[in-house]
């Protein structure tokens, strides 16, 4: 299906972490890897004692939080996911104009604390905090801006052509950002986790488990391998269960409920929640290729076997005590993915994915594989828009699963990038056995 097909507000979304509603619901010779191209020095600036690393960080933290203190007061707060593909300001395509995706700014949180922006990180996990625990379940996407009340407000935008105001939740037929996706779920869960490794309190660490119980009550599956289903569709305005399952969904839920069964949080037996998510993702490695599929259609056993999905291959390299023959899936992202200067989100192979090549930057170096992290990065440093945030892609468009990336600046792109240069798992607590942070203290100055 076309993306003029596509309801407008999946013209981005990342069709990994979330949502993948579309996608699966829908179902039914390679050059050498262009990545490893020579690029610029990671040491350019070292001359005034900063490395590249540390310059991509640091304006990419500053773009971030000066989105977070551009809203006055200290009070809960949600971000933007999108610019105009001017660089500045809100993206001309009302669906998106205002809309903030609860990976995103989960995303947000975890970078903002990496390097040392509590107050801001805090001011965005208060937001996502009140959604966890007031609504009656946590959206894909909800209204930019401050947060007032009791929980944020569903995604919305004025008409001019019916002279009306839009609520996604109850008026847009193709509200994808009225669903909930588990995987946008254990982002978000993984936000507060990160928070509570932070201060201590308890508030944020409570939020994360309402958030896991709620998986385990809706989402857990007994079909094929077992795991964990999509969550929640919502499309025609007729909320529905997802049938199918995402490898990277239950990827993201074993990352959190292996946190919460570390921290011996109350609630669950989260140990077990963790081994079963992980069954799940062990059964879609298909050894003979090398990597995974995507996930199941429906029928929630049928491995879905196209496309190839770079988020699925990377993010595995990143859970505790991953298998060492899952690395075997970098060869074939190698194979299928790369692109001039990184790596593209599907093997389409139409265009450099910003998020996707920093995602890759983190797992290389995630498994010592530093000449190539660096690479990556000095591609992902090149994609700064005006306005501080980095472009989803350089080029006009490229292919997701089912949709596109546009040319637009991208707060998640702009976070991995935050993650990837300050070598930052968001899988695990700043500073424990395994991170290789060596503290839970900021990696740069602010």
Known sequence: MSSATRPADRLRH???????????????????????????????????GTTRDEILARRSCRAIAARVDAVPGIGPVLLRSYDSRRGKGAPDLP???SAAFSYDNALAVIA?????????????GAALRLAAVHDTRLRDAYRAGAVEGGKPLPNGWWDGERKR?????????GAYQDGTSCGNVAWVGLALLALHDATGETRWRDAAVQLARWVVAHASDTRGAGGFDGGIESWMLAPRKATWKSTE??????????????????????EQQARYARRFVAAQWDGTSGHFWMGTTADGVTPLRSPSALDVQLWAQLLPDAPKAWRRALAWVEHANAVAGGFDFTDVRDGL????????????RWLGHRTEADRLLASVAQQASPG????????????AAYSHYYHQPHLAATAWAVLAALDRNPYL???SAGDHCASGHPTIPP
């Open 14 to 48: 990342r069709l990994g972490a979330g949502a993948i509603a579309a996608w699966l619901a829908l179902l039914a010779g390679a050059p050498s890897p262009a990545y490893a191209a020579p690029l610029q020095s990671r040491h350019a600036g070292a001359a005034s």
């Open 353 to 364: 994915w910003t998020e996707g090549t920093a995602q890759a930057a983190l797992v290389y």
């Open 95 to 97: 669906p998106l104009h």
């Open 429 to 431: 607590p700043a500073g």
């Open 388 to 399: 501080g945030f980095l472009y989803a892609t350089p080029d006009a468009r490229i292919t």
């Open 112 to 124: 903002l604390l990496a390097c040392g922006r509590l107050s801001q990180a805090g001011r965005i």
């Open 165 to 173: 105001w839009v609520d996604a939740a109850h008026d847009y037929a």
């Open 249 to 270: 969904h239950n990827i993201d839920l074993a990352a959190l409920f292996g946190w919460l069964a570390r921290i011996v949080a109350p609630g669950g037996n989260w």
